[in-house]
């Protein structure tokens, strides 16, 4: 008897992400990565994204989904609602990416093979791993402020990871299950960090995978004052909240 694929579910939260979106379904569909499936979780966005995303899913054959959002309440809860819908339908592994095209599909199969070859927990798409990189036409300022994020999330909370505020990885749906997502706080950015967080608190196993990071390609990068503030708290929440 030949046993059956694992389901792996590619979760992407869109927000005006109408130029994109069709370029990374149609990079997706040509992964070889067997029964991989796409959730596209749009935040009611204006620009006819939420549409594009239902004929993408009526033209797929059951390979896309689109799950409706009524507000834009930020990153961290349209991923916490994907993943849940995922985990509901069955998923084996879910993929979190962002829609911009700055994460590489094509390193997704090896995310993969990496999670289920051990006990990992969940894999990370690294920029700062041996064979990762950051966009060229990332100016210096940028990138110096992405190392001290790492260097001050993991010397408040002792990650142990390179890439800490990584948005691009690869989950066990038995992880999402453990580190119990209906009790996530953090949203925008942090979440990444308080993800990673859960899952070294277990006593879980986070690997990373080199990528190269691209600057978006279209529309405008949805990070804020507010977001980097609230970034710059999360972690101090976290070390001092027992509960986390």
Do not use: C
Request: cysteine-free.
């Amino acid at each position: 008897m030949v046993e059956a694929s694992p389901k792996v579910v590619v979760v992407v939260p869109t927000y005006n992400e109408r130029e994109n979106l069709p370029v990374l379904a149609g990079l997706l569909a040509d992964l070889a990565v067997p029964n991989l499936h796409l959730l596209v979780v749009d935040d009611n966005s204006p620009d006819g994204t939420g549409e594009l995303a239902d004929k993408l899913a009526a033209d797929s054959g059951g390979t896309v989904g689109v799950l409706h959002r009524t507000e834009k309440d930020g990153l961290g809860r349209a991923y916490l609602a994907g993943m849940a819908r995922a985990l509901d339908e069955g998923a084996d592994v879910v993929v979190q990416m962002d829609a911009d095209l700055s994460h590489p599909a094509s390193v997704i199969p090896e995310m993969v093979r990496v999670l289920l070859a051990d006990d990992t927990a969940v894999v990370l798409g690294s920029r700062y791993v041996p064979g990762g990189s950051t966009a060229e036409e990332w100016p210096w300022h940028r990138k110096a402020l992405s190392a001290w994020a790492n260097f001050y999330v993991n010397a408040i909370l002792g990650l142990g990871v390179r890439d800490a505020t990584a948005g691009f990885k690869a989950w066990r749906a038995s992880t999402l299950r453990a580190i119990d997502l209906p009790t996530v706080q953090s949203n925008g950015y942090s979440f990444q960090v308080e993800m990673n967080y859960r899952v070294i608190q277990r006593g879980l196993t986070i690997r990373e995978v080199p990528i190269r990071f691209e600057e978006r390609i279209e529309g405008a990068s949805k990070m804020s004052i507010g977001v980097q503030v609230e970034s710059a708290l999360a972690p101090w929440k976290l070390r001092f909240n027992r509960e986390g």
